[in-house]
């Protein structure tokens, strides 16, 4: 059985910072792209991060010097470290593994961003 379980999310205030880590259980996690969307309220999912097996990286524009991706392949892990975190960055955020027509997702964790 495939799971990714998000972790790490909660309220931070803004310029604050936070680190969301996913763990992945049931899948061959070092052959899998791993990506972080988000989801605010009334608007539709985006992508946030990914990362592929050979650690090259893409962000959305929104986040770029803000966020960075990572991956533990030792550990089945995936995270995203969030600085200088704005109010429009208050999401749900989704953990994804993707390879091939393979395409998981976690359940998802609340960011707020708010003073």
């Known amino acids: 059985q495939v799971q990714l379980v998000e972790s790490g999310g909660g309220l931070v205030q803004p310029g604050g910072s936070r680190r969301l880590s996913c763990t992945a259980s049931g899948i061959n996690f070092r052959v899998h792209t791993m990506g972080w969307y988000r989801q605010a309220p009334e608007k539709q999912r985006e992508l946030v991060a990914s990362?592929?097996?050979?650690?090259?990286?893409n962000y959305a524009d929104s986040v770029k010097g803000r966020f960075t991706i990572s991956r533990d392949n030792t550990k089945n892990e995936a995270y995203l470290q969030m600085n200088s975190l704005k109010p429009e960055d208050t999401a749900v955020y989704y953990c994804?593994?993707?390879?091939?027509?393979?395409?998981?997702w976690g359940k998802g964790t609340l960011v707020t961003v708010s003073s």
């Open positions: 990362i592929t097996t050979t650690d090259s990286t």
């Open positions: 994804n593994a993707r390879f091939f027509t393979s395409n998981y």
